[in-house]
């Protein structure tokens, strides 16, 4: 199961049918006859009685922890026929537990008597293990951690200001922010902006085009910047996912179409227009945003506008997050692997009122396998109540970000209704990304020479030159015609740059695909045709004309800074250089950057003549978008790319290239002349933590043999994690509750990443190779607690060894190949511990 429900009602569901199932476990701990025994034995708590069936020790499987043997099953108890009696041979450590009913130690599945819902429990053998903390689980559905604005520290202009201005206080004070042009807050905000664009513009002054630091011109900085191997961003434009509602299924009238090919148009809200209307380039551009489909839509099912989840007869449950599968409400055959799905809240998990729905409770992902059918090739059912089921499972990268509320309860002031749904799936989804495709637009044909060389002057005389008079054949001397510049302007503006969604895979998940791409991953979305009277060529865009052939039929977009874009085209030389009177239809898209960061639910149009489809939205707000480099940005970067080392010659070197790998957060470095060269021992630490596995070690490896010095060898060592042994003794205030703050203590000196997104103090990326661990900041951390007076260290040393008392020098130290661990885990106390000692309080 993937639901938490407060409610546990499938028990009652299944009690009185023909199928059983696990009613609890009980453990037999103090209770037991003699010490021995002491939870070895479990009682097995049927809901309805055996009726006949008889378990033995094939049928009983656990999982988790410590390896436990069954040795053998009893059927019956003090003339409870429902209680089955297991014994083991050993008990089994802290860690949860999980009793599964299978058919045989063959075949996982439970038997066809028992429900398969109920035919797993996980329990504890130390149950009855004493502990300060109420066992009662929050139901309530956590509440999302409050979102800060990024603060853009290079923003260089008006406007670049002025949006960084308004978004830090559309957060810090919404009620300030208004964004209205006549409000004094944006008066305010235009004021500050001006200022801060003044004295940039001051630090970069412009002189002339022929200095980087003094040039205005973009196109001039991208050309400069390109002697060092800088590549200008030229930003992305922004995607979302929007969902089609249909009144009926819409299929395409041949397996070989479709009904929603790639590239139409959705638009925000026009006035005056239905939901769908035929496309109209000049209508379109009336609307506040144009987005285009990424992708062909091969169908759209009516069934798929709102399906609901099924709680297998439990109520107030919820999706946990890193949820990757849920069971749908009813039979959906149509819902295929490599759709995407959006899950969606569409009332107030406490109010429930549709008002109250949360926008940022929505969640899109693509399916990876559904079940629809069972093995019979009928509908797929839930055993119990016969209800028709579908059950899906999405991709791992699209894991819940946080909780999805399915039903829940109202507050008492609400009078304490219970609500069902909360949120739903939605289908007929397609991605979709910010462009207007504009056709066939003419430009100028390339013009004649009207400029030449004085005769015997240049590049084919000079070649001439280098001939004998047999090969020339003392040709007399000709003007060499000078073939002119063209660059022809395009006539909107910005040119859309979008990344190849996919071009590595048919199906990308839904994560990837809102990310922002870095500037190496886009292209722009412009095509052109060429017309020289003879032949019809096509020519495609580059990022760079130098690393072409004189025969390519390539070219290059360039932006200007106001967004103008032209083209250049090669010399034949570097591209081919396209003949006079050639004409040329572009088709491109214009759109980019956070001008298409529209919100959810602002799409409202398909230009596409398609009836049958009702509404048109957009699910999740545009994201992902990034607006084109500034010229202050180039100027800042630019001259520092061909700084970066990428050869290692120090230690440093080696410390800096090996946290390019993403899993690495550190690593030191050691020289060791081995007898006949010297050798680099590199010792990795990796992130979130313990332990390098073999192919991360290879990885790092091959890494350095890209930067490596010759007859310089390099070895990657492992870490050595050492144990610690901590123990705080706290003074508690009066009337500070001990169970309360003990249990804050624990979260803060936690190996785990918290709720808030920080890491515990005791997290593994907390410690580093070599580091000296100091007592102070722990006693200071503790010290800080609401609720506590004081504390102090009575025990702080490596695990098992008094000799490493660092109570005296309030510190330990670490060898440069040493980590310290602390996991704090029971079951493997030889992890290392922390303890608390807590004294006062109630």
């Known amino acids: 199961m993937i639901y938490f429900c407060c409610d546990r009602r499938r028990r009652e569901a299944v009690r009185g049918t023909s199928l059983n199932g696990i009613d609890f476990v009980e453990v037999l701990d103090r209770a037991a006859a003699v010490p021995q025994d002491r939870q070895r034995f479990l009682h097995l708590h049927l809901v309805n009685a055996p009726n006949g069936l008889v378990l033995d020790a094939d049928n009983i499987r656990l999982e988790g922890g410590a390896a436990v043997e069954v040795i053998c099953v009893t059927m019956g108890l003090d003339g409870q026929t429902n209680v089955v009696v297991i014994e083991l041979a050993q008990p089994g450590d802290f860690s949860p537990y999980t009793l599964n009913i299978v058919t045989s130690t063959l075949n996982p599945a439970p038997p066809t008597s028992f429900d398969p819902v109920l035919s797993s429990i996980t329990f504890s053998f130390k149950v009855e293990c004493p502990t300060p903390f109420d066992c009662l689980s929050d139901c309530d559905c956590p509440d999302d951690p409050a979102l800060d604005t990024d603060i853009d520290y290079t923003a260089r202009d008006f406007h670049s200001f002025r949006r960084m201005m308004l978004d830090h206080m559309a957060i810090a004070s919404p009620s300030f922010a208004t964004g209205h042009p006549a409000d004094l807050s944006s008066a305010l905000v235009d004021i500050l902006a001006y200022t801060a664009d003044q004295i940039a513009y001051q630090q970069d002054a412009a002189q002339t085009e022929a200095y980087l630091h003094h040039a205005r011109s973009r196109i001039s900085l991208s ?81 798929h506008n709102e399906m609901l989840f099924y709680t297998w007869s439990d109520a107030r449950c919820h999706l946990p997050r890193g949820a990757t599968q849920a069971t749908l409400a009813g039979h959906l055959p149509d819902l295929d692997a490599g759709m995407y799905l959006a899950i969606e809240e569409i009332t107030g998990a406490n109010t429930g009122n549709h008002a109250d729905a949360v926008i940022d409770h929505r969640h899109v992902v693509l399916l990876t396998e559904t079940q629809a059918f069972d093995e019979g090739g009928d509908p797929l059912t839930d055993p119990v109540t016969g209800d028709e089921i579908t059950l899906i499972h999405w991709h791992a990268r699209d894991a819940l970000r946080a909780p999805v509320c399915v039903s829940s309860e109202t507050s008492i002031e609400e009078g304490r209704r219970y609500i069902e749904p909360v949120s739903v799936a939605r289908g007929n989804m397609v991605l979709v990304d910010h462009g207007q495709t504009l056709s066939n637009e003419t430009l100028p044909s390339v013009p004649e020479p009207y400029l030449a060389w004085a005769p015997g002057k240049g590049r084919e005389a000079i070649q001439r030159k280098s001939g004998n008079c047999a090969e020339t054949g003392c040709e007399p001397r000709q003007a060499e015609l000078l073939p002119p510049r063209y660059q ?66 390539v070219f290059k977009p360039e932006v200007e800074r106001d967004g103008a874009v032209s083209l250049r085209f090669g010399d034949n030389v570097f591209g081919r250089r396209p003949l006079s009177g050639t004409a040329f239809l572009a088709t491109y898209r214009v759109g980019i950057g956070s001008a298409g960061h529209i919100g959810a639910d602002k799409l409202h149009h398909l230009a596409l003549a398609l009836p049958e489809v009702t509404a048109v939205r957009n699910i999740t707000a545009g994201a992902g978008g990034r607006n084109p480099e500034t010229n202050a940005n180039i100027r800042k970067r630019a001259p520092f790319l061909f700084k970066t080392q990428e050869r290692a010659v120090t230690r440093e070197d080696y410390k800096t290239l090996g946290q390019r790998l993403a899993w690495i957060q550190a690593v030191s470095c050691a020289y060791v002349h081995t007898g006949s060269w010297i050798t680099t021992f ?65 979260k803060l000196f936690s190996a785990k990443r918290l709720t808030n997104g920080r890491l515990g103090l005791l997290h593994p990326d907390q410690f580093r190779a070599g580091q000296t661990l100091h007592l102070s900041p722990l006693i200071a951390a503790a010290q800080n607690v609401e609720g506590v007076i004081a504390a102090k260290a009575t025990r702080f040393r490596r695990f098992g060894d008094p000799r490493t008392s660092g109570l005296s020098e309030r510190k330990l130290k670490f060898s440069r190949t040493e980590i310290a661990r602390v996991d704090n885990d029971m079951s493997h106390p030889g992890n290392g511990v922390f303890l608390l000692d807590m004294e006062g309080g109630r």
């Open 682 to 746: 590199a010792l990795p630490d990796p992130k979130d933590r313990v332990g390098m596995l073999d192919e991360q070690r290879t990885e790092l490896r091959h890494h350095y043999e890209k930067y490596r010095l010759a007859a310089h060898d390099v070895e990657v060592s492992t870490p050595v994690y050492v144990p610690l042994e901590i123990t705080l003794h706290v003074c508690l205030a009066k009337n500070a509750s001990k169970s309360h703050v003990q249990q804050v203590l624990l």
């Open 223 to 303: 050309r400069l910047t390109r002697i060092v191997d800088y590549a200008v961003d030229e930003g992305c434009n922004a995607r979302c996912f929007c969902h089609l509602s249909v009144s009926s299924d819409v299929l395409p009238m041949a397996p070989s179409t479709v009904v929603v090919p790639q590239g139409s148009a959705v638009c925000t809200r026009l006035n005056e227009q239905p939901v769908t209307f035929a496309r109209d380039d000049a209508l379109l551009m009336k609307s506040r945003a144009v987005y285009e489909t990424c992708h062909d839509v091969a169908g759209l099912f009516a069934a």
């Open 488 to 553: 022809p302007h395009l006539a909107y503006a910005p040119l859309t740059f979008s990344p190849d969604y996919f071009a590595q895979s048919e199906t990308i998940a839904a994560s990837d695909v809102l990310r922002t791409p870095i500037p190496a991953d886009t292209y722009p979305n412009i095509a052109l045709q060429s017309d020289d009277g003879m032949e019809t060529l096509s020519y495609e865009p580059v990022r760079d004309i130098l690393a072409s052939d004189s025969a390519a039929r």
